[in-house]
């Protein structure tokens, strides 16, 4: 299973971005999509998640500014990120969890900065 993450990039505060993970095994299989986050000295955190019935979960820190869908026919999701500010730096990773074990993505760069 690979996962392939682009989206990344340079924004300026209160700008939007929109990442894609594209997962090369069908996601109807997936018990769980997320999206986490590591910046610069910092441990990763979960930004959000997504169930196979469709039930989604933000962290406190992006509620009301992310969004994630899927797009179950292209097998990818995505995270619409927007009213991005300086602390959402940091590299954003994929994860696909299955029955039979849990896959990462190598992660984008996300950059928040005038």
């Known amino acids: 299973v690979h996962l392939v993450e682009s989206g990344g990039g340079l924004v300026q505060p209160g700008g939007s971005l929109r990442l894609s993970c594209a997962v090369s095994?069908?996601?109807?299989?997936?018990?769980?999509m997320s999206w986490y986050r590591q910046a610069a000295g910092n441990s990763r955190e979960l930004v959000a998640d997504?169930?196979?019935?469709?039930?989604?979960n933000y962290a406190v820190a992006v509620k009301g500014r992310f969004t994630l869908s899927r797009n179950n026919a292209k097998d990818t999701v995505f995270l619409q990120m927007n009213s991005l500010r300086a602390e959402d730096t940091a590299v954003y990773y994929c994860?696909?969890?299955?029955?039979?074990?849990?896959?990462w993505g190598q992660g984008t760069q996300v950059t928040v900065s005038s």
């Open positions: 997504i169930t196979n019935s469709g039930r989604t």
């Open positions: 994860r696909a969890e299955f029955n039979t074990g849990i896959y």
């Open positions: 095994d069908s996601i109807w299989s997936i018990i769980r």
